[in-house]
T-cell receptor
Framework: GAGVSQSPRYKVAKRGQDVALRCDPI?????LFWYQQALGQGPEFLTY????????KSGLPSDRFFAERPEGSVSTLKIQRTQQEDSAVYLC??????????????FGEGSWLTVV | GESVGLHLPTLSVQEGDNSIINCAYS??????FIWYKQESGKGPQFIID?????DKRQGQRVTVLLNKTVKHLSLQIAATQPGDSAVYFC?????????????FGKGTLLTVNP
């Protein structure tokens, strides 16, 4: 596609429910990032993939958060046993180059998660 | 620790005026900087970027200035239009660092009055 695509755009989950958020990066992009954005704040880093390898997951807030990119293209962010503090926008971004190349990083429109 | 911050949380300008949004960063190892525009309900939209070997870069109606001596970035928008109203974020990255990630500031809300 022309840009980074995320689904679902909106998700309401009951506390304790598991959710899965999908990201389709720009075709051919090597690098993929997940960010979390709380209302009124800047995006906060969650994790980074280079192809299928998860090189950095230092931003994942707890072991309830898990991300994968098994074939080096589509990625899924899974949140288990959701809690109210997980309510946020989850942004996916991709870049054509590897980490040292400084290529432009493009974001999707985000998945808006509300936990009730 | 690493941080990127903005001097002005809000900026209100008249349509047609020039806007300047400022940003300070603290990681001297950062070598790539990006300005993003985020409208309500949307993801960050790339505006312009600059690498640390440059001090100025121009796009269409936008200019980014980088002052590495004082670790300062600015985004200049010429002839600001109502459609420019949004939150603007600067972000930094150390492309060769052990942690490859964009670090964002809190954002500046730009309001353009017709």
């Amino acid at each position: 596609g022309a840009g980074v695509s995320q689904s679902p755009r909106y998700k309401v989950a009951k506390r304790g429910q598991d959710v899965a958020l999908r990201c389709d990066p720009i075709s051919g992009h090597v690098s993929l990032f997940w960010y979390q954005q709380a209302l009124g704040q800047g995006p906060e880093f969650l994790t980074y993939f280079q192809n299928e390898a998860q090189l950095d997951k230092s931003g994942l807030p707890s072991d309830r958060f898990f991300a994968e990119r098994p074939e080096g293209s589509v990625s899924t962010l899974k949140i288990q046993r959701t809690q109210q503090e997980d309510s946020a926008v989850y942004l996916c971004a991709s870049s054509s180059g590897q980490r040292s190349s400084g290529n432009t990083i493009y974001f999707g429109e985000g998945s808006w998660l509300t936990v009730v | 620790g690493e941080s990127v911050g903005l001097h002005l949380p809000t900026l209100s300008v008249q349509e047609g005026d020039n806007s300047i949004i400022n940003c300070a960063y603290s990681n001297s190892a950062s070598d790539y900087f990006i300005w993003y525009k985020q409208e309500s309900g949307k993801g960050p939209q790339f505006i312009i970027d600059i690498r640390s070997n440059m001090d100025k870069r121009q796009g269409q109606r936008v200019t980014v200035l980088l002052n590495k001596t004082v670790k300062h970035l600015s985004l200049q928008i010429a002839a600001t239009q109502p459609g420019d109203s949004a939150v603007y974020f600067c972000a930094e990255i150390n492309s060769g660092g052990s942690n490859y990630k964009l670090t964002f500031g809190k954002g500046t809300l730009l309001t353009v009055n017709p």
